[in-house]
């Protein structure tokens, strides 16, 4: 019968806060920045951070750096740089969509950046190793991903731009 693997247990980077950033506490602050009041008669959820959001110019900033708790205490975790790069890519979605007015306010009720965060946490620090590797490639995914459709987005204005110019060149040869 070959021997059982053991699974790697990630070393935390330090042990200061360990009370202030448990498993408990950071679920809260989550709950309360994402999904803590729900609208009468909907399965619509939201928090402090849709709230905030809603604050023109400033909302979007302080939402962004209490999102920054849960990725401090990852990193304090020993989270793999991936995971930690996928949670600040997921605040940074938020805070850079959601600083569009009215649209980007609903977008920020609905993507909850800071619940994904408190998963992609706790889907890391309980995982054994072989699990570890897998999730790492699923965040390394949904970078590439999130890299494309950014450069899609880069891309179809200077391609409407070209055409533009195009179409402004063979109107100035013709005369």
């Not at 977008?107 to 706790?122: H, M, T, Y």
């Amino acid at each position: 019968m070959p021997p059982t693997q053991k699974p790697e247990i990630l070393s935390p980077r330090t042990q200061r806060g360990a009370s202030l950033f448990s498993d408990e506490n950071l679920d809260y602050l989550s709950h309360i920045l994402d999904d803590f009041l729900r609208i009468p008669g909907t399965n619509i959820r939201f928090g402090l951070d849709g709230i905030i959001g809603l604050v023109p110019g400033i909302g979007d900033i302080l939402g962004a750096m209490a999102s920054w708790i849960i990725i401090l205490a990852a990193w304090m975790r020993g989270v793999p740089n991936i995971t930690l790069a996928r949670m600040l890519a997921n605040v940074a979605i938020e805070t850079i969509v959601g600083s569009v007015p009215v649209l980007g306010d609903a977008f920020d009720i609905a993507w909850k950046a800071n619940r994904r965060n408190f998963a992609l946490l706790q889907r890391t620090t309980e995982a054994p190793v072989t699990e570890i590797r897998k999730q790492k490639s699923r965040d390394w995914g949904f970078l590439m991903l999130l890299m494309l459709g950014m450069l899609t987005l880069l891309a179809i204005p200077l391609l409407l731009l070209a055409y533009i110019a195009g179409k402004l060149f063979a109107l100035g040869a013709h005369h």
